[in-house]
T-cell receptor, first 111, second 113 residues
């Protein structure tokens, strides 16, 4: 079983839609979770970083972690064509910061 | 924007050649990482370093080697490239301690013919 599972999509939504991206993980030792956005031919950039269960909001983005069910989500409100990218979830543990990534979900927001 | 650079961005090279992928960061970060990413697949950690003269192999076995002689520089070398090495290679760095962001470079897309 992979430590982080993510539906690769692709996911296509109209502009303005609410997008829900999800991952599950199996490693109970994960202490923190991240969502990265990766545009084509670019390196990933960090969107959200959470330590504990609950919600964290930043503008149009909300990250949700449920450690009891080992489930993490990213919600994008009022999605824009510029949000079209691959979204990667990751879990990590310890100060050595070795991250384990999911496969990524390809999102297309259509104008 | 992150100050982490990778060269070359694209490389097409023949089998058997020795190659070095360059990675530099100007943020003074102690921790640096190399990931391998194939299309539609996860990023896999292949090497990491916690500081000068410190290097470790990652979770994915790789025939590449790395060195960390200077804080800002973390090159990756393949002594004899093979078609199976065709992939995207991403370098990343971060400052020590929890809560610090890991920054990625733009990547090197390597094709071995």
């Amino acid at each position: 079983q992979k430590e982080v599972e993510q539906d690769p999509g692709p996911l296509s939504v109209p502009e303005g839609a609410i997008v829900s991206l999800n991952c599950t993980y199996s490693n109970s030792a994960f202490q923190y979770f991240m969502w990265y956005r990766q545009y084509s031919r670019k390196g990933p950039e960090l969107l959200m970083y959470t330590y504990s269960s609950g919600n964290k909001e930043d503008g149009r983005f909300t990250a949700q972690v449920d450690k009891s069910s080992k489930y993490i989500s990213l919600f994008i409100r009022d999605s824009q064509p510029s949000d079209s990218a691959t979204y990667l979830c990751a879990g990590g543990r310890g100060s050595n910061y070795k991250l384990t990534f999911g496969k990524g979900t390809l999102l297309t927001v259509n104008p | 924007e992150a100050d982490i650079y990778q060269t070359p961005r694209y490389l097409v090279i023949g089998t058997g050649k020795k190659i070095t992928l360059e990675c530099s960061q100007t943020m003074g970060h102690d921790k640096m990482y190399w990931y391998q990413q194939d299309p539609g697949m996860e990023l896999h950690l292949i090497h990491y370093s916690y500081g000068v003269n410190s290097t470790e192999k990652g979770d994915l076995s790789s025939e590449s080697t790395v060195s960390r002689i200077r804080t800002e520089h973390f090159p990756l070398t393949l002594e004899s490239a093979r078609p199976s090495h065709t992939s995207q290679y991403l370098c990343a760095s971060r400052a020590g301690g929890l809560g610090n962001e890991q920054y990625f470079g733009p990547g090197t897309r390597l094709t071995v013919t």
